[in-house]
């Protein structure tokens, strides 16, 4: 079956914009997580999203806000874009969530803050 | 503050070696540790430990789980240029909801 899809795969933006990142899950897998990778930071948990409802937050300012779709497709968005938030954003996606179900990746989008 | 920590940072072998990467853990409500290898992409998933004592083997790939020392080991026998990648140590905490803390990685480079 089809893994976890993330559009766009990379995206160039400047300070102040916002962006919208997309999520679609493994068919059948209604829980997504958000991460935010970088280099020395590894992955910073952002939020995880199960049946359209925000289940769990990581410790990120509300610039950083996120949904989920009826169909479990999971959207993030970031507004008033900083240099920091240059990063490999990756989502995560399980049945369920939690009870020792490993978290299947997709490839992430790339966004690049100039 | 929950903390997953993994050494070494980095490491360069040569292929055919035998390695062991490192992962310790202070995380409340431990309900798994998950380990993860990284090339250029998505993060795809090798062993979950929940069990001390109980060796996961996969092919060249080994780990274990020691719950009373919170660590874990990974281990690569024969190395080959393939597997140079970062190895992502993950550790299952639940309070009320579930999450999951990463480590930082260790980044592999295996020389041919």
């Known amino acids: 079956k089809a893994g976890v899809t993330q559009t766009p795969r990379y995206l160039i933006k400047t300070r102040g914009q916002q962006v919208t990142l997309s999520c679609s899950p493994i068919?059948?897998?209604?829980?997504v997580s958000w991460y935010q990778q970088t280099p020395g930071q590894g992955l910073q948990f952002l939020f995880e999203?199960?049946?359209?409802?925000?289940?769990n937050k990581g410790n990120f300012p509300g610039r950083f806000s996120g949904r989920q779709f009826s169909n479990s497709r999971s959207e993030m968005n970031v507004s008033t874009l900083e240099l920091g938030d240059s990063a490999l954003y990756l989502c995560?996606?399980?049945?369920?969530?939690?009870?020792?179900?490993?978290?299947?990746f997709g490839d992430g989008t790339r966004l690049s803050i100039l | 503050e929950d903390k997953v920590v993994q050494s070494p940072l980095s490491l360069v072998v040569h292929e055919g070696d035998t390695v062991t990467l490192n992962c310790s853990y202070e995380?409340?409500?431990?309900?798994?540790l998950l380990w993860y290898k990284q090339e250029k992409k998505a993060p795809t998933f090798l062993f979950m430990l929940?069990?001390?004592?109980i060796e996961k083997k996969s092919g060249r790939l080994s780990s274990i789980l020691d719950k009373k020392e919170l660590f874990s080991i990974l281990n690569i026998t024969a190395t080959q240029t393939g597997d140079s990648a970062v190895y992502l140590c993950?550790?299952?905490?639940?309070?009320?909801?579930?999450?999951?803390?990463f480590g930082t990685g260790t980044r592999l480079k295996v020389l041919a």
């Open positions: 995560a996606t399980t049945f369920m969530g939690g009870n020792n179900q490993p978290q299947h």
């Open positions: 068919s059948g897998h209604r829980s």
């Open positions: 999203y199960f049946s359209e409802t925000q289940r």
């Open positions: 995380v409340t409500n431990f309900r798994s």
């Open positions: 929940t069990s001390s004592g």
């Open positions: 993950a550790v299952e905490s639940h309070s009320g909801t579930y999450k999951y803390i």
